[in-house]
């Protein structure tokens, strides 16, 4: 049975950092694409980085520069490094494999205020 459970969020002013954990069991990290979607009030989830078995990565330019995504394929793990936080970045980041959808797990809620 696959299980995903994000961690690591939490209260952070603006500017601060964030390293946002996700394990999976499973589900084998070399085989598909591992994606960080966030999710804010009343919007739909949305897929906003991803990492592929080549750790080639891809995410919105919003972030750029900003955030960063990893993988520990070994322990069937996903980070997510945060730098740089805004308000805007405010929202519950959940991972999954986005050609493979999994259920969700609960997400772990980043606040971004002073």
């Known amino acids: ?19 946002l954990s996700c394990a999976a069991s499973g589900i084998t990290f070399s085989v598909y694409v591992m994606g960080w979607y966030r999710q804010t009030p009343g919007k739909q989830r949305e897929l906003v980085a991803s990492i592929g078995n080549s750790d080639r990565t891809i995410d919105a330019d919003s972030v750029k520069g900003r955030f960063t995504v990893s993988s520990d394929r070994a322990k069937n793990m996903v980070s997510r490094q945060m730098n740089s936080l805004k308000p805007e970045d405010t929202a519950v980041y959940f991972c999954n494999a986005p050609a493979a959808l999994r259920p969700w797990g609960q997400g772990t809620q980043v606040t971004v205020s002073s």
């Open 1 to 19: 049975q696959v299980q995903l459970v994000e961690s690591g969020g939490g209260l952070v002013q603006p500017g601060g950092s964030l390293t």
